[in-house]
């Protein structure tokens, strides 16, 4: 066992004169403002006087766009404005450099290719031309059913260069949930994959993307990229060779291929937007109906990753940034960001896994990253195999994030990696950054996030509201952050945004995290305080899950829970209430699974199904799903829930751990 809180890193002077963050600290001074020597003197500064700290930002870069003569921050929380007046496009931010190398993607299967930063912005300018020849244009809404690719990030800079509106979802969504997505923005365009390969094995797409161009009847076009194709031929999928319009019948729009999208060259023209207009949407897990899609605005999102990308990851010029994600994660987004501040991203689509444990490290050490970040379990996965990871000379730091990283995941990293700072981090989808987080400058403690970030007021709120320092509570932000949503998507009077975030404290935003800060401004991260599942850095909603499991006619009632906690994952647990006359049987089991693999994804498949004689709700209706796994990790029945609140208290028994595996 490793005690939270040993010490196992410290920046020498060296490095820390070196950090981005100080050359800022170092501008900063030459500003005016006094007494901002240490970092909390600053994080201090940035919440108490945010329209000077954001204003900063957009000067220390020199964002591309014009700031306007509006102020920088009007109103409140939940309805606070940025820099009104201002107009930029993320796109030529992320595009403003012309030399030097734009991307690296590889794939399990070995493929390989590089984009220079003049081939990314042809690749862009072509794209663009093929978008607007679909009648794409400002506003509009292009959606993508793509693994991590270089023609995903390739149609995202067009289509924002455009003005209009990218949204993603990875490929080994099922159709239901994509649908559930995709159906509430109404795209133009959806952009495709044919399949992809995963573990090993290949998964044809083709017929999962014909159902969901078939239950999205606005779309114009679709666009096949012939994946599978270029892939089973050794190549990478921009080295495909051309490919004709895809022969399966769409009941909507255009069918063409990848290359004829790109086929004509045009003119690389960027839409100037306001600082709130939509850049993407993101969704939420959809724990309590469809997924929440959530926007987030250019101007938010440019400001947001410059800041965190370079002080807390101290990425920039030169840099080569690795972090393991899906498109269907926000850490893609956050990753891609790092065109940003002149780093290379590098893409990769596969297992983390195969074809051994050590593949991402393995990846790290032949591309040279100097930044490398990957989710929770897959450190405490290395640590369990015993990898012992080679060859990572100019790495200069680690992230993780997705879950809370346990100590033990800490004191691997510093043993196998010594003098390599590991940054646990923790934010949302919801503002496509971390609110808490690490810098080059802060001491590296076992089971310890070092610092709130800068610009984030973040607080712990007790049961009554009230701040607390030392102690377990909420996680609330208490002033807002440009990078937090411009809205949701179709929800015009803000009443789905409101419930949210603020429907527990008023005018404070309520994030659903257990965080426990420290004097010094560190803190301790425990997991959600709701029931979202976490399985391999895939959010997902219960409710999607339910409407998977409750379909079968057999299945009266449903409840699942996931068991993970501190960056294990834990338990995928089904319990079912069973119709009248049917039986939990293995037949059954198997259908379940099948169904949760095909619509879901691989990660949703339940470790074990149980049949219950009832589900426990309250008397409102409501599923008891945190309850219930309260007390599978141990809290005792009669604490977990409030039995005078239940309609069925009785059957809160059959909940009880199984065994004490699931209690440590």
Excluded at 58 to 85: I, K, N
Excluded at 105 to 112: K, P
Aim: aromatic share 10%.
């Amino acid at each position: 066992m490793v005690a939270e809180g040993t010490l196992l890193w410290e920046p020498s002077e060296e490095v820390a004169a070196k950090t981005r963050l100080t050359a800022y600290q170092e501008w900063l001074g030459r500003r005016g403002p006094d007494d901002l020597g240490a970092y909390e003197d600053v994080w201090r500064w940035s919440v108490d006087r945010p329209e000077e700290f954001w204003t900063s930002i957009w000067d220390y870069f020199d964002v591309v766009g014009e700031r306007g003569d509006g102020p920088v921050l009007s109103g409140t929380m939940p309805d606070a404005r940025w820099f009104e007046g201002a107009s930029l496009n993320y796109a030529e931010n992320a595009l403003r450099r012309t030399e030097g190398k734009a991307l690296v993607f590889v794939s399990e299967d070995g493929a390989r290719q590089e984009l220079s930063r003049r081939e990314l912005r042809e690749e862009v300018a072509r794209v663009r031309a093929g978008l607007v020849r679909l009648g794409v244009g400002r506003g509009d809404r292009v959606a993508a059913y793509l693994p991590s690719i270089p023609q995903a990030l390739i149609a995202f800079l067009a289509t924002a260069s455009l003005g209009a509106i990218w949204s993603a979802g990875s490929p080994d969504f099922g159709v239901p949930s994509i649908v559930d997505r995709f159906k509430q923005i109404e795209p133009k365009v959806l952009i495709a994959v044919d399949g992809y390969h995963y573990n090993g094995r290949t998964y044809d797409r083709s017929d999962a993307v014909n159902e969901i161009a078939a239950q999205l009847p606005t779309l114009r076009a679709t666009v096949w990229i012939p994946y599978l194709a270029a892939l089973d031929e050794g190549r990478a999928p921009q080295q495909a060779q051309p490919a004709e319009a895809h022969t399966r019948e769409h009941p909507h729009g255009e069918v063409i291929g990848w290359e004829g999208l790109r086929a004509e060259e045009g003119p690389l023209e960027f839409e100037r937007v306001p600082f709130d207009h939509p850049l993407w949407i993101l969704y939420s897990s959809g724990t309590t109906g469809l997924p929440k899609p959530i926007v987030h605005g250019h101007g938010g999102i440019v400001l947001e990753h410059l800041k965190s990308l370079s002080f807390h990851q101290d990425v920039g010029e030169g840099d080569v940034f690795f972090w393991y994600t899906t498109t269907g994660w926000m850490m893609w987004n956050y990753l891609i960001g790092s065109l940003l501040v002149g780093a290379t991203p590098v893409l990769y689509d596969g297992a983390a896994t195969y074809p051994s444990p050590a593949a991402l490290w393995r990846i790290a050490a032949s591309e040279g990253v100097t930044y490398f970040g990957v989710g929770a379990p897959y450190i405490m996965a290395s640590l369990k195999a015993g990898i012992h990871p080679e060859g990572l000379e100019r790495l200069r730091g680690i992230g993780s994030t997705g879950s809370p990283l346990p100590p033990e995941g800490f004191a691997w990293v510093a043993a196998e990696l010594p003098g390599t700072p590991l940054g646990s981090f923790s934010g949302g989808t919801d503002v496509c950054t971390g609110f808490v987080g690490a810098t080059m400058l802060h001491p590296i403690r076992a089971g310890v996030i070092p610092c709130r970030s800068l610009g984030a007021r973040v607080e712990s709120y007790d049961p009554a509201g009230r701040p607390v320092i030392g102690e377990v509570g909420e996680l609330v932000l208490t002033a807002p952050m440009p990078s937090m949503p411009v809205g949701f998507w179709n929800d015009p009077t803000g009443e789905r945004y409101r419930e949210s975030y603020f429907d527990v404290y008023p005018g404070v935003w309520r994030h659903g995290d257990w965080i426990k800060i420290n004097e010094d401004g560190s803190c301790v991260i425990y997991g959600r305080s709701d029931s979202t599942l976490n399985r391999g850095g895939v959010r997902m909603g219960t409710s999607e899950f339910y409407r998977v499991v409750e379909r079968f006619d057999e299945i009266a009632d449903s409840l699942v829970i996931d068991t993970g906690r501190l960056g294990q994952e834990g338990r995928l647990l089904l319990y079912v209430t069973m119709a009248e006359g049917a039986t939990l049987t293995e037949p059954l089991e198997r259908a379940l699974c099948d169904a949760l693999r095909k619509e879901l994804s691989p990660r949703h498949v339940p470790n074990e199904i149980h049949a219950v004689p009832g589900i426990p709700r309250t008397l409102s209706g409501k599923k008891l799903e945190v309850p219930v796994r309260k007390i599978l990790l141990g809290t005792p029945v009669e604490q977990a829930a409030n039995p005078d609140a239940m309609a069925n208290p009785e059957v809160l028994r059959h909940f009880l751990p199984r065994e004490e595996g699931l209690k440590t």
